[in-house]
């Protein structure tokens, strides 16, 4: 009988434990992360909609390029016919059917220009999608910082409640003074003034973070900020300036200015029309059809178009120019971005290991002899503060090397969405 009891709860002990490892689990799958907010940012942004449509217009004048003119139908009446025959009335005795002919390759030059056209829209969503991620970047990255500071801001007052619980026993046991016991005071309601601000700030940040990626989320669940991100080689980095989203479209724009050259040249002169009439006349005594048909063509005898041509080569010229002028801004930046990102990680890691351990070890020895009645309560207000403090600059340090990381990928095109890359191995924070 006892037996089976035990059976029965180690079955509803193990139930608990997966229910509890399935929640911890869905847990870990609601934790926001960059890629999650950036994927989360790419699907709402209005901004990155209105690029797809832009496309899709593009689309439709790819498909519209290459069509031809339609043909026009003329009907015509008069009252001559009645005249003729003395019958009188008006009749219907006019139809014509007329139709241009693109002789000149028009067509062809404008299907080529729609299609660099598309082009240049199809690799402007990629480099809007690199402004969109930058801009989730900021404000995940600065999201973490704000909760870090936080929970920082909420550490220091618990050992701002221990100190001042400490000084107590220590005043009633006549080993402090009660000046330096209100020291304590003093040290104990700055923690708790620490913590308004970081509650400010953070809250700030959740309204950003809400409004970006448009969720209800009041206290987001985030990965935690604690480490550099990996450093990618520049050679690899500037390798791929090739393929970067903004200089393709700004490629593809020379390409449409120089087909637009080619659409001007073809519009030189219009394109001839051929007509085909069936009419009815008076011929012989009787009423007669009568069929004509002939060729029109328009003489360039004053306009040949010599002003629109040169005007689309300047422009084809300048769109040229905006290239190079372009290529050179993104592969400065590109060194720049990488230059500032290899100085902050040595940075933070020197100021981890030359700052951050031994405050945080001072700290703790301070700690425990303020407890022991051997530390005076300035050496510890002193260590207290260098501790937390090097802390929040540590903190800060790791948001400005993935804000970094962050305009290093866009700086060089690389998606984070795109295929993992060694390049930029732990930027999935």
Request: glycine share 8%; net charge negative; proline share 2%.
């Given at each position: 009988m006892s037996?089976?009891i035990f ?5 509803v ?6 229910i ?10 609601d934790m926001?992360?960059l890629e999650?907010t950036?994927q ?7 901004e ?7 496309v899709?217009a593009?689309?439709g004048g ?7 003119p339609n043909?026009t139908v003329?009907?015509g009446?008069s ?8 019958q009188?009335g008006t009749?219907?005795?006019q139809?014509?059917v007329?139709q ?5 390759g ?9 299609n660099?056209?598309l082009?240049q829209v199809?690799?402007?969503v990629?480099?809007?999608s690199l402004?969109l991620e930058?801009?989730?970047a ?8 704000r909760r870090?500071?936080?929970?920082l801001?909420?550490q ?7 100190f001042?619980?400490i000084?107590?026993?220590?005043e009633q046991a006549g080993d402090l003074?009660?000046?330096e ?6 040290v104990?309601?700055?923690a708790?003034q620490?913590i308004?601000?970081a509650e400010g ?5 959740i ?19 604690e480490?550099t991100p990996t450093?990618?080689a520049?050679?690899?980095l500037?390798?791929r ?5 903004a200089?393709v479209a700004?490629?593809?724009?020379v390409?449409?200015?120089?087909h ?7 519009n030189r002169?219009?394109?001839p029309?051929?007509w085909l009439?069936?009419e009815?006349?008076f ?7 009568v069929?004509a ?5 328009t003489?360039p005898l004053?306009?040949?178009?010599s ?5 689309a ?7 040229q120019?905006e ?17 500032h990102l290899?100085h902050l990680?040595?940075q933070?890691?020197e ?7 031994p ?9 425990k002899?303020?407890?022991a009645g ?6 510890l207000?002193?260590?207290v ?6 802390r929040?600059q540590y903190l800060?340090l790791?948001?400005q090397c993935?804000?970094?990381a962050?305009?290093?990928?866009r ?8 295929a993992p890359?060694?390049a930029?191995?732990?930027s999935q924070q």
């Open positions: 037996r089976g059976e029965r709860a180690a079955v002990v193990c139930c608990f434990v997966l509890l490892e399935s929640g911890g689990v869905a847990a870990q799958s926001w992360t999650s950036v989360r940012v790419l699907k709402e942004a209005p990155r909609r209105a690029a797809d449509a832009e899709k593009r689309q790819l498909r519209q390029a290459g069509v031809w043909p003329e009907f009446a009252n001559a016919l009645g005249k003729e025959d003395g009188g009749d219907l005795n139809f014509t007329r241009q002919l693109p002789l000149s028009r067509l062809g030059s404008q299907r080529k220009q729609a660099a056209h082009k199809e690799a402007e990629g480099q809007q402004v930058y801009e989730a900021q404000v995940f990255h600065g999201l973490q910082l870090a500071q936080l929970t801001a909420e220091r007052l618990q050992s701002a409640d221990e001042q619980r000084g107590l026993r220590r003074s009660r000046l016991r209100l020291r304590l005071d003093v104990r309601e700055s708790s620490l308004a601000t700030e953070y809250r700030e940040s309204s950003d973070f809400q409004t970006l990626l448009n969720v209800a989320e009041t206290d987001p669940k985030l990965a935690v900020l480490q450093l990618a520049l050679t690899g500037e390798a300036m090739e393929v970067h989203p200089l700004a490629r593809q724009g390409e449409t200015a120089r637009a050259v080619e659409v001007t040249r073809a002169f219009a394109d029309e051929i009439a069936r009815q006349d011929l012989g005594g009787s009423r007669q059809d069929t048909f002939g060729v029109a063509v003489v004053w306009d040949r178009g002003g629109n041509i040169d005007a080569q300047a422009t084809q010229q300048k769109a120019f290239v190079d002028a372009l290529q050179r801004q993104i592969g400065n930046r590109l060194r720049l971005n990488h230059l290899a990680i040595e933070t890691q100021y981890r290991t030359n700052v951050l351990e405050a945080e070890e001072i700290y703790q020895l301070s700690r002899g303020f407890a051997e530390m005076e309560i300035l050496v207000i002193d260590a503060d260098t501790y937390f403090e090097a929040s800060e790791l948001q993935w804000l970094e962050a305009g290093l990928r700086a060089a095109g690389v998606s984070l969405l795109a890359s060694p930029f191995e732990g």
